[in-house]
Structure formats: structure tokens, C-alpha cells
């Protein structure tokens, strides 16, 4: 692993990113976690146990590793205590090296509620919201009163700020008999949370800092994909927050010269979960048949997964917004089965082929996928460990997409487990 490396998922997340940085936090000193929520989930299967993370870098279940979450990140208190208590469940060993950025802000009930009432009064133009309450919690951040980490050790700041929330969210709280409207009681878990979150707190930017001049290898870990950036992703069918390389600098406080290298993670097909366009989506039977090979049910609210063929014209567009220098290809043991797979090379729009992601919306649920017909290889890749063990069939369909995007490829995944790895 290059000194300082970021990963990043180049489709609409669940691209296998938990695994990905398993697997190169072993090369590395520190894991930083720079964006998104409990929104996200990644699962990762080590000898037999399945841990799933949401807000915990992937790292943390490589032992001795430090695991940071910075101030990009939307840090839900209650999902965070559950997390910590599932680790301590499974043995993992978290005292002394979890930690978090007092400027994180925080994810609190209320948002959750916010969040499922703005999705429900949306009615048929839905995003598909996982109702984490991660919008609301980065719109409160924006809007600069959102309550961040820092302000759980300062009593008296806290209950102001949530006495202000009162006033400017009374038309979501004043009335509501339901619990995460409660303040008082939300005053009163972040109260306790603060005890268990003290010894955990760092200024994260400045601990990256330390660490590069140390020499130490520092991974970068980023949440969901890409084309759900709320810039450069497929808007406002986004998440909330910057998912791309981008986000690595604003979401840990570093510049971007602590950056040695860019590592996307492209599943061997596309998914999405949630609502907005997906050009190669299977509505068939082959799509069903994916995402029953895939087990394609999203890790954290568990809803069926979209699935189609892969998209080479999304994934230039997230190579180039990365900067990503190599890839590592995820799930290749799902399309054993299929005596053909297609890849979209272009679109056809208005007429006219083009070979980049139009970023106006309105333009790009219009688009029609150009696909190239490769041979499948019919044959089991599940567990294979070297790339000249692969059948032919699957060396060139590999080939074919690193050559396209220009770039290296990294890794090669042929199963859920740790060890199912081809390391190019």
C-alpha cells in the first residue's frame, strides 16, 4: 500500500468498500473515517463472523490498528453506543485506539423524525431516504446550528443549543407524542453518552498531521459512492454529504499533499439502493437472478438492491472527479453463471452518443444504454487467489474495464471472506 491512501466507493455504494479496507488496513497504521453516517454499512467476514460497521472504520477489527472518525463525519450517539457494544460482543478490543473529532456533528433523534416526515410528505418524488436522520443532521451543520461532539462536555452550551432547536423545529416537535421529539429526554442520553465518548475524543486533523510526519501509512476510508456526492452524483437523488476524494480533505481536516494515492472500489456489476436513475438497471429476470447470487440486500435498512450491468461511462466520470489511480474489482464470483455479460460503453441521448455522465438530471433519466456483449466464462472463481488461476474468459473482462478507465488494477475480490482475495 502506498504511504497514504484514500478509498472510495466509484458506483452508488455498496461497491464492498468494508472489505476493501479490511484487507489494506493491515498495510496500514491509521484508518480515518471522513464522511456520511449510520446510513451506511459495511460487512466484512473474518473467520467465520460477520461484523457489520456503520459508523467504525473498517479497520478496527485489525488489531492494533487506530481508528479515527473525523468532523465530516454525522455521528449518531445511540447507534454509536450499539456499535461499541456489538464489537465488545465479538471480542473486539476497541480501548485506546477508537477515536472521535470534537467537531463532528451529531445525528440526534429529532433528525430521525425530521427525516421521516420530510420523506412521507414528498409522496411519489421520494429520494429514498434511509431515515437515519443524516440530511437533516448535515443540514443543521450547514445552517450552523447543528450541536456537535464537543458541545456534550459543556452542560449548560448543550441545553441552550437544544433549547434553540425547540424554537426553530417547533413546527416538527411542538405537539408530537413521539418520543424523538422529546429534548429532555434527548438532553439526558447525551448527558451519558458524553462519559463514554470523553476518553475518545482528539483533534483528528491534527492527529493525522502527527502521524504523516511520523512516517506512518494512514488509510482514508470514505462511505456510500460517488454518484450519490451531493455535488457530482446524481442529484438530489444523492446522499448529503461529499463522497468523493474531495471529502477526505474537508471531512479530517488534511491537505492534499497527505495524499499518496486513490483507490476505487467497482463492483463487477452495478447496484443501487433508493430511488433516481440507474441507465443499465435489469428489470428481468437477469436482475433478479444477480441480486440473488449477490445476496444484493442493502447491510444497514436491508431493502432489495437494483442490480445491472456494469456501467463504464458512470465509472469514467468517477474516475476522473477522484482522481482514482487503481481499482479494486468486488463480487467478480457473482457473473460465474452468465454465458454473456454486457458492459454500457456510451449513451444515446436526444440522438447523439456520448461517452461522459451529463450531470443535469433532468437530461440523464433520458439517456439509453450502448452495451459490448463479452463472453462470460462459466466457471467457479469463488476463492481463487491468483490472477493466472482465473479462467480466461474473466482475465479479459477484468482487462477490458481497467483498460477503458486508464488505471491499474489494485485487487480482485472472488467472495465475501477476508481471504477470497486476488492481491494484483
Not at 85 to 97: E, K
Request: proline share 4%; with cysteine.
Amino acid at each position: 500500500m502506498s504511504k497514504n491512501t484514500v478509498v472510495v466507493g466509484c458506483q452508488w455504494g455498496d461497491e464492498g468498500k468494508g472489505k476493501i479496507v479490511d484487507l489494506l488496513a493491515a498495510q496500514a497504521d491509521v484508518i480515518a473515517r471522513f464522511q456520511g453516517g449510520a446510513n451506511a454499512g459495511h460487512t466484512i467476514h473474518v473467520d467465520n463472523i460477520k461484523y457489520v460497521l456503520h459508523l467504525i472504520p473498517s479497520g478496527i477489527i485489525q488489531p492494533g490498528k487506530v481508528c479515527l472518525i473525523g468532523n465530516g463525519v454525522v455521528l449518531d450517539p445511540i447507534n454509536f453506543k450499539e456499535e461499541l457494544d456489538v464489537l465488545t460482543s465479538q471480542g473486539i478490543d476497541y480501548s485506546g485506539r477508537l477515536f472521535v473529532s470534537p467537531a463532528s456533528n451529531l445525528v440526534l433523534p429529532y433528525h430521525k423524525l425530521i427525516d421521516a416526515v420530510e420523506e412521507e410528505n414528498r409522496g411519489t418524488g421520494s429520494i429514498g431516504t434511509t431515515k437515519r436522520g443524516i440530511g437533516p443532521a448535515y443540514v443543521d451543520k450547514v445552517a450552523r446550528h447543528g450541536i456537535r461532539v464537543a458541545d456534550l462536555f459543556a452542560p449548560e452550551r448543550l441545553r441552550k443549543r437544544l433549547d434553540y432547536q425547540r424554537v426553530i423545529k417547533s413546527r416538527y416537535l411542538e405537539g408530537s407524542t413521539d418520543e424523538r421529539a422529546d429534548l429532555d429526554r434527548t438532553y439526558q442520553m447525551l448527558l451519558e453518552m458524553a462519559e463514554i465518548l470523553r476518553p475518545m475524543v482528539v483533534d483528528v486533523s491534527l492527529y493525522l498531521h502527527r502521524a504523516h510526519r511520523q512516517k506512518k501509512a494512514i488509510l482514508y476510508e470514505g462511505a456510500q459512492g460517488c454518484l450519490l456526492d451531493v455535488d457530482l452524483g446524481t442529484y438530489p437523488f444523492a446522499t448529503s454529504s461529499n463522497t468523493t476524494t474531495g471529502g477526505a480533505l474537508t471531512g479530517l481536516g488534511i491537505g492534499p499533499k497527505m495524499i499518496d494515492e486513490v483507490v476505487g472500489v467497482v463492483k463487477a456489476y452495478t447496484t443501487r439502493v433508493g430511488a433516481g436513475p440507474f441507465p443499465t438497471e435489469l428489470v428481468d429476470d437477469s436482475g433478479e437472478e444477480i441480486r440473488r447470487l449477490g445476496d444484493e440486500y442493502g447491510a444497514t435498512t436491508g431493502r432489495p438492491r437494483r442490480c445491472g450491468w456494469l456501467d463504464l461511462v458512470a465509472l469514467r466520470h468517477a474516475v476522473r472527479i477522484n482522481g482514482v489511480d487503481s481499482i479494486a474489482i468486488t463480487k467478480l464470483d457473482v457473473l460465474d453463471n452468465q454465458a454473456e455479460i454486457k458492459v454500457c460503453t456510451h449513451y444515446e441521448l436526444d440522438g447523439e452518443t456520448i461517452d461522459q455522465v451529463p450531470l443535469d438530471l433532468a437530461r440523464l433519466v433520458h439517456v439509453k444504454p450502448v452495451y459490448k456483449a463479452l463472453p462470460g466464462w462459466q466457471a467457479d472463481t469463488t476463492g481463487v487467489t491468483a490472477f493466472e488461476d482465473l479462467p480466461p474468459k474473466a482475465k479479459e473482462y477484468l482487462n477490458y474495464i481497467a483498460g477503458d478507465l486508464e488505471v491499474a488494477i489494485r485487487l480482485v475480490s472472488t467472495g465475501a471472506k477476508r481471504e477470497e482475495t486476488i492481491m494484483v
